[in-house]
């Protein structure tokens, strides 16, 4: 039985093993570092693993996002693309049972790579970057390639984080914004270019065993403004109890954890409205959201059920850092979502 009071946001500076021999959550690898120091061993725990790399590249053109999971009972890759001037929106998802061709690996930077007759994609390491290189044969009827390097600046810091529902439910995650990125799209005739200076990458990866029911928020944005480097990451309900949050500010590299919940308020009968967003004991986050496109995916696949309201949108208000610096936030694009699974 895990004592949580006594891991509360603990900082870890060393590598580590996530589990134990049995597949069992490790009291010395709950709490948060600056790097990605986990080495998720997961074992045990039969179709219950779930596994991800997501990225998600904008610039001041388009949105595109590469994800290849393993869910266990099921492989789930897919692709997604929209044009931020006339919100073109195309997407595209393969499922193969029971995880085929979806081998994950423990460690944040290692390569991942998946194959079919319909699509390629690959996140290859190199030093100090990750390769994104995707093909789609039949994207909404268009050939889509991208080839997209995602760099790693000296010293930039990343948010990696423990949650500890119990010894046998737990995730790691690793958060990564405000990552330069350089590289071509193409989707038909239309071709997209990605400059350091304009185009940010984010990283969910994701390694546990989760609860069959969960629900959360999870918002994130990346931006240079006035010559400062800034981002967040924000999320809600699926910590609850924890006494850990994926919650941070990132500024010029730096990470700032921010130990307190996020307060999201929203109308999920209409949820185009704005969203606000703040820190539920300080001020260091008063933040609204205003989407300009939503994008829902949902699976039911039996034992399987998933619905996600991805808004796509501008944030506005305030951020605080711990100094007391009062950094204004103007249309800033990124994203805030809706979740909820059952897997």
Same mark, same amino acid.
């Given at each position: ?5 006594l891991? @509360? ?9 996530? &589990? ?29 693993? @779930? ?10 053109d ?22 931020? +001037? ?5 997407? +595209? ?7 085929n061709? &979806?081998?994950?690996?423990?460690? !944040?930077?290692?390569? !991942? $790579?998946?194959?079919? $007759? ?6 290859v ?9 995707? @093909? &789609? $044969?039949?994207?909404?009827g268009n ?10 600046p ?7 984080? !423990? ?13 990564q914004?405000?990552?330069p =990125? ?20 984010t ?12 629900m ?8 240079i ?20 949050t994926?919650? &941070?500010?990132i500024?010029d590299? @730096? ?8 307060i999201y ?16 004991? =300080? ?6 959201? =205003? ?7 949902k ?31 103007? $249309? ?9 699974a059952?897997?």
């Open positions: 039985m895990l004592n949580k009071s891991y @509360k946001e603990r900082e870890i500076f060393q590598a580590l093993d996530l &589990c134990d021999s049995a597949g069992k959550l490790r009291d010395e690898s709950i709490g948060w570092s600056r790097n990605p120091v986990f080495n998720c061993n997961l074992s045990g725990h039969f179709l219950r693993k @779930k596994k991800w790399n997501y990225w998600c590249i904008t610039n001041e388009c949105l595109f996002s590469v994800t290849i999971s393993n869910l266990d009972y099921v492989g789930m890759t897919f692709v997604y693309f929209l044009d931020l +001037k006339t919100h073109k929106f195309i997407e +595209k998802t393969f499922m193969t049972p029971l995880g061709h &979806c081998s994950m690996p423990n460690n !944040v930077h290692e390569s !991942v $790579s998946f194959k079919n $007759s319909g699509m390629e994609l690959g996140f390491e190199e030093d100090n970057a990750t390769h994104i290189v995707a @093909k &789609c $044969s039949n994207f909404m050939l889509m390639k991208a080839d997209l390097k995602v760099n790693y000296k010293g930039h810091e990343t948010l990696n984080v !423990v949650i500890p529902w119990s010894t046998d439910s737990f995730q790691f995650t690793s958060k914004q405000c990552l =990125t350089r590289g071509i799209l193409t989707i038909g005739e239309s071709l997209y270019i990605f400059e350091p200076d304009t185009a940010f990458a990283l969910d990866f994701g390694r546990g065993i989760w609860p069959y029911k969960v959360w928020n999870w918002a994130t944005a990346s931006v403004q006035k010559g400062k480097s800034i981002g967040f990451n924000l999320g809600a309900k699926w910590t609850d109890g924890t006494g850990l994926e919650n &941070c500010i500024i590299g @730096k990470i700032l954890k921010l130990s307190e919940d996020i308020e929203y109308d999920p009968k209409d949820i185009m409205k704005p969203w606000i967003l703040k820190t539920a004991l =300080t001020t260091k986050i008063d933040l609204i959201f =205003t989407p300009f496109y939503e994008r829902i995916a699976s039911n696949l039996l034992i399987i059920k998933s619905e996600v309201h991805q808004m796509i949108g501008y944030f506005s208000g305030v951020i605080k850092t711990d100094a007391g610096e009062v950094i204004p936030i103007k $249309s800033m694009l990124g994203t805030a979502e809706d979740h909820f059952k897997w």
